[in-house]
């Protein structure tokens, strides 16, 4: 295990560094600062949070477990669009490593047919805070995990730098967020659309009561996947559902 060189992180924000922390989100969404946009890094969480109340295994040297705070002068309608642009910029960053990522709608970043990213966005007043979870450098996942969930490590077969994957996808946040603010998603939404392999498949729609099969087959300049069902148009609003693939996760 090689600890984080954090001299050697290139940030445009503050940075905010623990060895240990419950959780970057929980550090971002609580801390006193009350105006000034930073990254929370942790090496390792204890209660790493996942989506819908899930735990997020979140070990030591493994992978990046950060949080980007922000006070975005957005209406609510609009800051799902900030989760979107958090799972572009580290498609493209992991990219740039190397990897054939994707990103499976809305956010999940996919290498080979598992999630190899995860991110929790969360809002409190004017807070909003992008918690990014990355399996950078993991060896093992428990049999519960290893057939949905990846890592660069295993999927590139040598350790990776997370100092320099840090600085990457914060820098190519930094980007997007610049469009988002001045340009809205609907700049955005080609380029998203590209990166995301959820578009173009027979996907299986889960609600809390229905599931059905549908063709995704578009991201609307709003970031909704469209989907074609008996025949007809609809739009997913991420939060509302989820999506999977009719023989897998992906
Ligand atoms: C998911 O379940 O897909 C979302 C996982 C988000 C994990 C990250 S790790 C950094 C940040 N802090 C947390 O407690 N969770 C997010």
Request: proline share 2%.
């Amino acid at each position: 295990m090689t600890k984080l060189k954090i001299k050697n992180i290139k940030l445009s924000r503050k940075l905010c560094y623990k060895e240990e922390t419950n959780s970057t989100n929980d550090d971002a969404l609580s801390c006193e600062n009350t105006a000034e946009e930073c990254v929370f890094l942790a090496e390792r969480q204890i209660k790493g949070k996942g989506s819908r109340g899930r735990n997020w295994q979140s070990e030591k040297g493994d992978g990046i477990w950060m949080s980007i705070l922000l006070f975005p002068k957005l209406s609510a309608i609009d800051i799902p669009k900030i989760t979107l642009i958090g799972g572009m910029a580290v498609c493209t960053a992991v990219r740039n490593a190397g990897f054939e990522a994707y990103i499976k709608w809305p956010n999940d970043i996919v290498i080979g047919g598992k999630k190899v990213c995860g991110i929790l966005t969360e809002k409190r007043g004017e807070r909003v805070v992008i918690g990014i979870g990355i399996n950078v450098n993991t060896k093992h996942f428990d049999s519960e995990l290893k057939n949905k969930a990846t890592s660069l490590f295993l999927e590139g077969g040598k350790e990776i730098k997370r100092e320099t994957l840090i600085s990457s996808v914060c820098s190519e946040f930094d980007l997007l967020y610049d469009i988002l603010k001045t340009d809205g998603f609907s700049a955005l939404s080609r380029k998203y659309a590209e990166l995301c392999i959820t578009v173009g498949k027979k996907i299986m729609v889960i609600q809390p009561d229905i599931s059905y099969e549908a063709e995704s087959v578009g991201i609307t300049e709003n970031g909704e996947l469209l989907i074609v069902r008996d025949g007809k148009e609809e739009k997913l609003c991420s939060g509302e559902v989820s999506v999977r693939g009719i023989y897998g996760y992906v």
